[in-house]
């Protein structure tokens, strides 16, 4: 909640997490509430619409990078590795020079903003 408050309008924004269990256990509703928080409640969740979850679009774009030139994992602790070194490699290192970086999908249909705010790094989905 920090960096949506000090580089949002909390009112603006809208917490649409996927369906994962965690996502609407206990502690978390109550810390949304207590922060007033605007969030898609799991009743009117949608299932399988990766299309209605703009993160999915940047798992998918993530998930090809990770894996570009054939690259496998034959350990968990490896694709541990790979995954942030991926992302400081293909994302956070770009945006010193810029402050956001425009990633299309393989369609050239949607995109994903990222932008550097300070040591937070904010990702959205799906922009055009």
């Known amino acids: 909640m920090p960096f949506v ?8 924004v809208l ?31 949608p299932q399988n619409c990766p299309q209605a979850r703009p ?16 690259w496998e994992a034959k350990t968990i602790n490896q694709l541990r590795t ?18 956001s970086l425009i990633i299309p999908d393989d369609n050239d249909t949607n995109a994903t903003l990222v932008e550097q705010h300070g040591s937070y790094t904010a990702i959205y989905g799906r922009i055009w």
């Open 15 to 45: 917490f649409w997490p996927d369906l994962a269990s965690s996502h609407y256990g206990n502690n978390v509703l109550q810390y949304l509430d207590q922060n007033d928080a605007q969030f898609v409640d799991n009743k009117f969740n």
């Open 82 to 99: 790979q995954v942030p070194q991926t992302i400081k490699t293909q994302i956070t290192d770009r945006l010193p020079t810029a402050t």
């Open 55 to 70: 993160i999915e679009t940047l798992w998918s774009i993530l998930k090809n990078m990770v894996y570009d030139e054939g």
């Open 5 to 12: 408050t000090s580089y949002h309008n909390k009112e603006k």
